[in-house]
């Protein structure tokens, strides 16, 4: 039998399986990718928050990635949490010689605003991560924290966008989520536009968004989508993920990565 397209996600894991690894691999299997991990950190986290986070060192995210790139190849990479400057960097330098596109979710904080990315990394992600990134995703959150430029409003997301293609991503996704409205992302790399537009759910239980969306375009990606239409199919993706997000815990509950799934073998959706 012929594999399945394979898709590489380089990140932190997420004990809760809301976001991280865990979010991503769910996201490859519902999109029907053959996903493969390298664990850049551990938290310990869940619905409430994240209670602790510890990076690998350098020398275990470079082998495992030369592990599966080498022996199993990738037609897509995606990278979440990389904590510190060193991994930002390692990382950075590991996708531009990987002859695969790559996803650049820059995770700055979690859900619940915990820092996921240290200070002194910032400049690492604005010059040797983004260059390397055919798409790059930042939230608002993360424009302001990589930029300066702060979104208020859905016509400051060209200008958001300039800011972050000034650092060398071939394309940017602006996701619009936290502002009021409908959900509203802008992808773009500065001569195209593309406004992608969904209605808002009224679900709290969104943890791990960003994370699916990031591992959806790169699923789209691998299966030889170009860009645009991998980033509106993920956006249906997640948008679908959101409306059946779950209460899990005292807190923020997931997304449904398995929804479509679920939809298909005509299971009641999950109660909120």
């Known amino acids: ?43 310990a986290q869940n619905s409430l ?41 390692t990382v950075a330098e590991l996708i531009a010689g990987t002859d695969a596109p790559a996803v650049v979710d820059p995770v700055g904080v979690s859900k619940h605003g915990d820092a996921l990315l240290a200070a002194s990394a910032l400049e690492s992600v604005r010059t040797r991560l983004l260059p390397a990134a055919t798409v790059a995703t930042p939230n608002l959150d993360e424009v302001a924290q990589l930029t300066g430029v702060r979104v208020e409003s859905e016509r400051q997301l060209r200008q958001a966008a300039e800011a972050v293609l000034a650092y060398g991503p071939r394309w940017v996704v602006i996701k619009g989520g936290h502002l009021s409205g409908e959900a509203v992302d802008l992808l773009t790399d500065g001569s195209e536009e593309h406004w992608l537009r969904a209605p808002r759910h009224d679900n709290r239980h969104t943890h791990g968004t960003g994370c699916t969306l990031a591992s959806a375009i790169a699923s789209h990606l691998a299966r030889g989508l170009a860009v645009p239409e991998a980033v509106a199919a993920a956006k249906e993706y997640v948008t679908g993920a959101i409306a059946a997000g779950f209460a899990l815990g005292g807190g923020i509950g997931p997304v449904d990565h398995g929804w479509a799934l679920s939809r298909a073998r005509g299971d009641a959706p999950p109660k909120a």
């Open 1 to 43: 039998m012929t594999a399945p397209p394979r898709v590489l996600t380089v990140a932190g894991s997420d004990s809760g399986g809301g976001a991280g690894v865990q979010a991503d691999l769910k996201t490859m299997l519902a999109l029907g990718v053959h996903g493969m991990s390298v664990l850049t950190a551990v938290t």
């Open 49 to 89: 928050g994240v209670q602790g986070a510890w990076e690998l060192p350098v020398e275990a995210v470079r082998a495992q990635y030369r592990s599966v790139v080498d022996d199993i190849g990738v037609q897509a990479v995606k990278t979440g949490m990389l904590a510190s400057a060193e991994l930002v960097e």
